[in-house]
């Protein structure tokens, strides 16, 4: 059942932790099931671990959502998951994409139902966070060329007033675009640049499996 929240006279569909907890395990899923495929577009431009480590990674998670409590808030969950990543993947996607999910699940603190709006804004300080970290803008070929969109999408959705199924759509779509776009793309972060353009005509790994995570999304609200 989707939950829903009246304010005034208006009422929103809101995620809760069950729906973070099923994104997780549907994204260990898909990385198990694309670990290959991931890890021969990272051998095509970076070390061919991409795959090897998103598997672990969300593997990890996995497993330690059986030791959650059933009453963790959905915050709980975003600070166990991105913890889990860092502690479990060597390569540059485990950190980035760990400080993305801590830092949104630090700013729901303390909620039990979570809008579309404040889950939007919540992945932009995520996306800020890896924007630190990483230091990679748009357009050189990374996982913040596909985040960036996706993120977006769901802004705009939430400004818009979508429900959360056109919302998740849009920002998949929107992951999918940039993931795309990156294979013209000459790499200025992460391995990849050592290629210079010998990384052109291959897309970023970390981008494709940000599609991946954004598609895991879908599915779960719609599974619920
Ligand atoms: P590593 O590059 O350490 O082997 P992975 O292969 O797991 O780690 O991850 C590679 C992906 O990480 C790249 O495809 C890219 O999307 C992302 N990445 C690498 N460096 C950066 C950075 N500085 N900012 C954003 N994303 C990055
Ligand atoms: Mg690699």
Redesign the pocket.
């Known amino acids: 059942m989707h939950a829903r929240i009246t304010m005034g006279n208006v009422t929103m569909q809101t995620l809760e932790a069950s729906h973070l907890r099923r994104w997780m395990m549907l994204c260990a899923a898909a990385m198990t099931q694309q670990h290959e495929y991931l890890t021969q577009l ?1 051998a095509a431009i ?2 061919a ?2 795959g090897t ?2 598997m672990r990674g969300f593997s990890s998670i996995e497993s330690r959502l059986e030791g959650l409590p059933a009453t963790a808030r959905p915050s709980e969950v975003l600070l166990m998951a991105g913890t889990a990543l860092m502690g479990s ?6 950190p ?1 994409w760990g400080v993305a999910l801590r830092r949104a699940g630090k700013v729901l603190e303390g909620l039990e139902q979570v809008s579309l709006e404040a889950f939007a804004g919540a992945l932009k300080l995520g996306l800020e966070a ?1 924007t630190e970290l ?3 803008e748009l357009g050189e070929k ?3 060329d596909a985040l960036e969109p996706a993120v977006r999408a769901l802004l705009e959705a939430a400004a818009r007033g979508d429900d959360l199924a056109e919302a998740f759509a849009a920002a998949h779509q929107a992951a999918e675009a940039g993931a795309r776009n990156t294979a013209p793309m000459v790499a200025r ?4 640049s050592y290629l210079g353009d010998r990384a052109i005509g291959h897309q ?4 494709v499996s940000t599609v991946f995570i954004f598609a895991a999304f879908e599915r779960a609200w719609l599974e619920a």
Do not use: E, F, Q, Y
Request: no cysteine.
């Open positions: 990272d970076g070390d671990d991409h480590n998103m993947v060597g390569g540059a996607s485990g980035l890896v990483g230091a990679a990374t996982m913040v972060k992460g391995r990849a970023d790994p970390g981008a």
